[in-house]
């Protein structure tokens, strides 16, 4: 791999862009999901700033005198005039960015990492299971199978909240409850003191309630790793092999380009290995502690 | 291993030539120096800043300097530092931000401000680091650009090691005490029967450009056997560690009492990551001045020692000192193979002698690989 000194003295680094530099982006929309959760709408602020992704991805968010912080898309990738992301106040970046309104300025960067598989998806049957802010990174694989819907088998979507006020996108969830051509299963862990006649308990219960056919289905699992964990788990009951489910992985990150190292997860990098891994590529690492 | 016949002889006498050329051609000049009872990689200005006389004994957690009975230039092994100090800062600016009117304009570095370095007097062992950074900042996905700026413009002046310290163990990895390649000039400090030169091999044009400069005459046999016995000198080192099957018992050993053990023992002071000359970690902060229209990024060196290292919401993902030093010693011997396709460590040493309470990592390598191999016999 080590490469002789002569061939770095002929890279021309002038023509190099600095990929730590973001692009400027305004916000055209916001608005709060449930307090403490805010979905803002960007669009490129000049012309050298893209609407693109594939979904899966994330963005580095730039806010003023604050810093930057990796939030995965989730809006339509065919939509190409603007990019949405929906952010939980955390941290001193997220609650700046979950303060935004409408003409402020942001800094972007990106896309980076993998993808979700949706080639490999075609023609199977595909079951969502998404937790709290698992929702949004799948969601744009919700929006592309509905507009390729002939190019896919079944559709379940289920996801799970701590509390009916931690659920996001409420509209959207019912909308497509109300579809025909997709199941969608809303549970919340506590109901305690909610007007509340949904599904009470884990999601993994209502993986088991699920027909799979095994040989046929693709499953991609995005929450709190001990969330995915036994929602991969169950999948595998069906019959699911570690190569048919997906995950999505997160760790600390300031670069999002592999220069930083603090996203290093084993063998790999979060940022450009992942975010989303075959469960086979990280499995083994799923029964480790603090790695 | 052997000694191009191209090879020339700098007498000692001569030696501050070399400075001349270089400062000419417009190098700041980077070299080993001694400062508060270390020898130091800093900016030096003439021969008289190297640590003529002085050498270094090392242990594990042991730094300590010594007379030497001869006047050799480069007669200590290596001090905490090494090119990264100059080629990826401790602390650099990513870049500026102005407030507009409608929001903010961010003004890049000028990364090619900087004078050139030229690294002299960095071992064979600083090489092989600085291009297995290269690996990560340069022939990578995305380029740093500032590094690349850096090393594009930086000139390396190796100067082979005569001894090897108590805490080397370059060869295990790979390495050897004499440099093959990646350098422009390479040298090896002789003093026998009453002389004191140099032997130099020229490892680029630049670097050729520059011996003329020097005054120099043909090297004779007698000079490259000289100095073919001062690098043998250090091939024999009191460390190893034993590569072979080394990836595959890190990688089986993530669940290992091990860990628990180090956890007793380290006290995640980061000085290891540090004083490494591959470790490559780093954070990013923002400051804004007192007016809040101006923002800064800033980058600085991190270690995955700290507890801040791996913070996300909720906590950090190593918690544990344990995990932390797991961390670390299973990138360096094996993902960092499944990475960039080499280990990442050159057996340098530094992380063995600036611990201070002594972990030696090829002791702790040698323990898993020797656990590993008990549980499969």
């Not at chain 1, 001193?92 to 993998?114: F, H, M, T, W």
């Not at chain 1, 595998?236 to 190292?261: F, P, W």
């Not at chain 1, 790999?268 to 502690?289: H, M, N, Q, T, W």
């Amino acid at each position: 791999m080590t490469v002789a000194k002569k061939d770095i003295k002929k890279i021309n680094v002038e023509d190099q862009k600095d990929p730590m530099v973001p692009l400027p982006f305004v916000v055209v929309d916001s608005w709060e999901e449930y307090p403490g959760c805010n979905t803002i709408v960007v669009k490129p602020a000049d012309e050298r700033g893209e609407c693109v992704f594939k979904p899966g991805q994330f963005h580095m968010i730039h806010t003023f005198g604050v810093g930057e912080v990796p939030i995965s898309n989730c809006s339509d990738e065919s939509d190409t005039d603007s990019l949405t992301f929906t952010i939980m106040d955390v941290g001193e970046v997220s609650a700046a960015l979950c303060n935004l309104k409408k003409d402020d300025q942001i800094g972007l960067r990106g896309p980076y990492g993998s993808a979700w598989p949706l080639e490999k998806a075609k023609g199977k049957d595909v079951v969502i299971v998404s937790g709290g802010l698992g929702l949004p990174p799948v969601r744009p694989i919700i929006y592309h199978i509905l507009k390729n819907r002939d190019a896919y088998g079944k559709l379940t979507l289920i996801h799970g909240a701590r509390t009916p006020s931690h659920l996001v996108y409420t509209d959207e969830l019912k909308e497509w409850d109300e579809r025909d051509d997709m199941e969608c299963i809303v549970t919340v862990d506590d109901a305690y003191g909610y007007e509340w006649d949904g599904n009470l308990g884990l999601v993994t219960e209502y993986i088991k309630g699920l027909s799979l056919d095994p040989k046929n289905t693709l499953g991609i699992t995005c929450g709190p790793e001990i969330m995915m964990k036994f929602a991969v788990a169950a999948l595998q009951e069906h019959g699911l092999t570690s190569d048919d489910v997906y995950v999505s992985m997160e760790r600390n990150m300031k670069c999002a380009i592999g220069h930083c190292g603090r996203c290093q997860y084993a063998p790999y990098f979060v940022c450009k290995d992942g975010p989303v891994f075959p469960f086979s590529g990280v499995e083994r690492l799923f029964a480790i502690k603090e790695v | 291993m052997s000694f191009s016949k191209q090879s020339v002889c700098i007498d000692r006498t001569d030696f501050s030539a070399l400075f001349d050329a270089l400062k000419e051609r417009g190098y700041k000049i980077v070299g080993p120096t001694l400062r508060k009872n270390a020898i130091v990689f800093d900016e030096i200005d003439s021969v008289d800043d190297l640590p003529e006389g002085i050498g270094d004994e090392q242990e594990a957690g042991q730094y300590r300097l010594v007379k030497r009975d001869d006047a050799a230039l480069f007669g200590y092994n290596q001090g905490p530092q090494s090119c990264k100090k100059f080629l990826f800062p401790e602390k650099s600016k990513v870049w500026t931000a102005e407030k507009t009117h409608e929001g903010y304009d961010i003004v890049e570095e000028d990364h090619d401000a900087d004078a050139p370095c030229a690294f002299l007097g960095a071992r064979p062992c600083d090489i092989r680091a600085v291009e297995i950074q290269d690996n990560v900042f340069i022939h990578n996905d995305y380029m740093d650009v500032g590094y690349t700026t850096r090393r594009k413009k930086s000139l390396i002046i190796v100067v082979n090691c005569g001894q090897s310290a108590h805490t080397c163990f370059c060869v295990s990895m790979d390495g050897s005490p004499k440099a093959e390649s990646g350098y422009d000039i390479a040298l090896t400090e002789v003093i026998k029967n009453g002389a004191h030169y140099f032997v130099a091999e020229i490892g680029s044009d630049e670097g050729a450009d520059i011996l003329k400069d020097v005054p120099s005459t043909p090297a004779e046999e007698s000079h490259i056997e000289a100095a073919q016995a001062t690098v043998d000198n250090a091939k024999d080192q009191e460390r190893a560690i034993d590569m072979d099957g080394m990836k595959e018992y890190m990688t089986q050993s993530l669940h290992s009492p091990i860990w628990d053990e180090i956890e007793e023992r380290c006290m995640a002071c980061a000085n290891c990551t540090l004083v490494c000359p591959t470790c490559f970690c780093s954070k990013v902060e923002e400051t804004t001045d007192l007016t809040g229209n101006i923002a800064e990024r800033w980058r600085s060196w991190d270690s995955c020692f700290t507890r801040d290292f791996s913070y996300m919401h909720g906590g950090s993902s190593h918690i544990s000192i344990g995990s932390r030093y797991r961390q670390w010693i299973t990138h360096k011997l094996s993902h960092w193979i499944d990475q960039f396709g080499e280990a990442g460590c050159v057996g340098c040493g530094r992380c063995i002698a600036w611990c201070p309470v002594g972990i030696d990592i090829t002791e702790e390598a040698r323990k898993v690989a020797e656990r590993k191999k008990g549980e499969v016999a």
